[in-house]
């Protein structure tokens, strides 16, 4: 028997906990607004990114893209949610 341990045995280690992602920040969502091709609603591009803050079973802010036509007609939604919409560069959509 040779003194050395086994070469292909994996010692036992204890399991990873995988790490949500960081919430979303309004320089992270200008990001995803640059780069993204389509609104997470419909095939359009999108026109503002909405950050959802954390509620009940979400405990994280979630940045949400919308085209123009479905950020008109959720913004009182919105509004009642708490969310802070972004539109390009950073700016408060004009309403």
């Known amino acids: 028997m040779s003194p050395e341990p086994t070469p292909n045995v994996t010692p036992h280690e204890e399991p990873q906990v995988a790490t ?10 200008g990001y995803a607004f640059w780069t993204a091709e389509r609104a997470c609603c419909c095939p359009a591009k999108p026109a503002v990114v909405a950050v959802l803050p954390p509620a009940p079973g979400r405990d994280h802010e979630t940045d949400l893209l919308l085209c123009g036509h479905h950020y008109r007609t959720s913004r009182k939604a919105l509004e009642a949610a708490g969310a802070v919409v972004l539109a390009e560069g950073g700016l408060t959509p004009a309403r």
């Open 20 to 29: 949500l992602p960081a919430p979303a920040v309004p320089a992270e969502s």
